[in-house]
């Protein structure tokens, strides 16, 4: 199993490398990207790997709900703050959530740490930036202030600091580990009746349902409802073939795991396999041929918006390009994470601590000096433990297919938005080239006409 898992492991971070593309490199220094140097220069480990994991899973999470579930206007507030680049008051934002406090893993892990006799573990700015942009758009408690694009705190009609957020609610839960039989667990947050979006208004422009309807929004009419019909027969076949690739993970786990070597209906299980994977392949070819119709639409789009520019949705386009950037550094973000966990687990050897740190934690779970609900975080972090033991390779093989194909999509929705920013930019080019020979040829007249009044 080892070899196989060291193959599979090394092919992960490698596709998760170039996931990342050269030129959105910069957008993720000093956040995700740091991740894959503190891998290799890190003790060997596990348990942190199985956070890397379950935190690249939780920016898709985040990601699905920007794309699907949020709304956006040309002038939505709540883009400017998640956009805005992380400052020291934000960092003591997070800080400040219940929801990092009492993490399982970060509010316990210095007490097996201790135990393992290995330095403190803190939370990396990746993970800061997903607990910021998510304390944004839930209604979490209020127990944060609302910041301006600036990292200023903005203030109510009597000069107070607004605080962000209702009691009634909390944060979606970022410690639960994804279900490789259930595709929906790598893209959706559990369900809770306790985390809601926040509500979004429109002071100017239409108030679109999420960035999809956006994008469909900054088209010429006559390619608009096109693309709805063919975004919607994707999505439609994008549930089964979900299903499928789900249906071989977790064969492909059931198989992988050492204690199935002497199973007497191996055989049949092997074959069971080949036969998953034939039907997914089916429905593979199926996916793509109906993404890949959508996106040729909006494709044709982008040529027709460049060749007949409306400045009316210039301030649509400019922010939904903010968006998909934040989008797009959560993909570079998730894909930096699944690398270094890759890279933790087989290069540095992180499956040969998993008996030590099920010990560290069993120890801590026996200590009295334990306060609050660090007893019940032991356990949940030992349950993780247990399956991340036998799903953390297909886990990491299902995220990085899932993130690559996520920006793909992304990237013909920026070629959209592109066009429209691209004209107006272009048009203020050309009238301000307008106004400067304009201003030329005055001067030059004036020049002619101070002359002849000399003569």
């Known amino acids: 199993m080892l070899k196989r898992l060291k193959k599979v492991s090394l092919g992960m971070s490698m596709v998760a490398a170039l996931v990342v593309a050269p030129s959105s490199l910069q957008a993720g220094v000093g956040e995700g990207l740091s991740e894959s140097t503190s891998a290799m220069l890190e003790a060997p480990n596990f348990e942190h790997q199985l956070v890397r994991i379950n935190t690249a899973i939780n920016f898709t999470r985040l990601s699905h709900d920007v794309m699907h579930d949020m709304p956006i206007s040309e002038d939505a507030e709540w883009v ?205 070819k199926k996916y793509n041929e109906k993404k890949n119709a959508y996106l040729a639409i909006l494709d044709q789009g982008a040529l027709q918006i460049e060749a007949d520019f409306d400045e009316s949705k210039v301030p649509l386009a400019r922010k939904t390009e903010e968006l998909l950037e934040l989008v797009d550094d959560g993909a570079i973000n998730a894909a930096s994470l699944l690398a270094a966990a890759s890279a933790g687990i087989v290069i540095k050897g992180g499956y040969n601590e998993i008996g030590n740190e099920m010990k560290a934690i069993a120890a801590a779970q026996l200590l009295t000096s334990l306060v609050g609900n660090q007893k019940q975080f032991l356990i949940e972090r030992y349950k993780r433990m247990v399956v991340g033991a036998v799903m953390a390779i297909p886990n990491i093989a299902v995220a990085t297919y899932y993130i690559a194909a996520g920006r793909g999509t992304i990237s013909t929705y920026k070629d959209v938005v592109g066009a429209v920013v691209d004209g107006a930019e272009a048009k203020e080019a050309a009238e301000k080239e307008a106004a400067e020979m304009a201003k030329a040829h005055e001067a030059e007249e004036a020049a002619k006409a101070a002359s002849t009044e000399t003569k």
């Open 80 to 284: 400017d703050k998640t956009v805005a680049n992380m400052n020291q008051e934000m960092y003591r934002q997070v800080q400040a959530l219940d929801e990092v406090k009492n993490d399982a893993y970060f509010s316990t892990v210095m007490i097996t740490n201790i135990i393992l006799r290995r330095p403190m573990v803190t939370m990396s700015p990746a993970i800061m930036r997903l607990y910021y942009v998510a304390s944004v758009m839930y209604k979490n408690k209020a127990n944060s202030y609302i910041l301006d694009a600036d990292g200023q705190k903005v203030l109510d009609k009597n000069g107070k600091p607004k605080q962000n957020g209702n009691e009634n609610f909390h944060l979606p839960d970022f410690n639960e580990f994804p279900d490789v039989s259930n595709l929906k667990t790598y893209a959706q947050f559990k369900a809770d009746p306790k985390v809601a979006l926040i509500e979004v208004e429109a002071k100017n422009g239409n108030l679109y349902k999420n960035v999809e309807a956006a994008i469909l929004g900054l088209l010429p009419d006559d390619l608009e409802e096109k693309a709805e019909l063919a975004l919607a027969e994707r999505n439609e076949v994008l549930v089964d073939f979900q299903a499928s690739r789900s249906n071989v993970a977790v064969q492909e786990a059931w198989l992988d795991d050492d204690k199935h070597l002497n199973d007497p209906d191996l055989e049949n299980k092997k074959k069971g396999l080949e036969t998953a994977k034939a039907k997914n392949e089916a429905l593979e």
